[in-house]
T-cell receptor, first 113, second 115 residues
């Protein structure tokens, strides 16, 4: 049973456009939702994370929107750049166990110049 | 220093070999993790150590044997692996429960090929 569902599997965006990746979770015990960026041959790096007590969090060009009632959250990348081309994973865990992560299947983002 | 260091970066081993993967962090984190990542798949949790004690083993075969000699080091001992065990092995660390809350930091991984 997949606990975190992520879509789309791949995404192509023009430079300067908005990239949107969506995730849904099932376990209501989850209360920490990070997004990781991974380049080929590298380990995942945390981009931004959110907890259910807020509906939106913004850091630079990256924004997480969170809908607790729908058990959904999404990543928006504004002004997408070719350097943003990577695989993005949403994840979920419980606060206090931030490293015990359930990952979505990932989205491969390609930003075309 | 927010770095998790993994060695070696690449490892090729035969099915009868014994090898070890190493992970080190100096962030004072008391929780450390091993993940396995197959190509084009998400990382999957294998083991969790909390305060140097194994707290989670996600039904990993016994040919993988973790060890946490101290709060900064984590090893993964490998023996009699199969070709399907070829993957990127990731180490991560974070604060443990009750130790404050931080994100989980991942190392760059060890690319393991079993021949």
């Amino acid at each position: 049973q997949q606990q975190v569902k992520q879509s789309p599997q791949s995404l192509i965006v023009q430079k300067g456009g908005i990239s949107i990746i969506n995730c849904a979770y099932e376990n209501t015990a989850f209360d920490y939702f990070p997004w990781y960026q991974q380049f080929p041959g590298k380990g995942p790096a945390l981009l931004i994370a959110i907890r259910p007590d807020v509906s939106e969090k913004k850091e630079g060009r990256f924004t997480i929107s969170f809908n607790k009632s729908a058990k959904q959250f999404s990543l928006h990348i504004m002004d997408s750049q070719p350097g943003d081309s990577a695989t993005y994973f949403c994840a979920a865990s419980m606060w206090g166990s931030q490293g015990n992560l359930i990952f979505g299947k990932g989205t491969k983002l390609s930003v075309k110049p | 220093d927010t770095e998790v260091t993994q060695t070696p970066k690449h490892l090729v081993m035969g099915m009868t070999n014994k090898k070890s993967l190493k992970c080190e962090q100096h962030m004072g984190h008391r929780a450390m993790y091993w993940y396995k990542q197959k190509a084009k798949k998400p990382p999957e949790l294998m083991f969790v150590y909390s305060y140097e004690k194994l707290s989670i083993n996600e039904s990993v075969p016994s040919r993988f044997s973790p060890e946490c000699p101290n709060s900064s080091l984590l090893n993964l001992h490998l023996h009699a692996l199969q070709p399907e065990d070829s993957a990127l092995y990731l180490c991560a660390s974070s604060q443990a429960r009750g130790g404050g809350n931080t994100e989980a930091f991942f190392g760059q991984g060890t690319r393991l090929t079993v021949v």
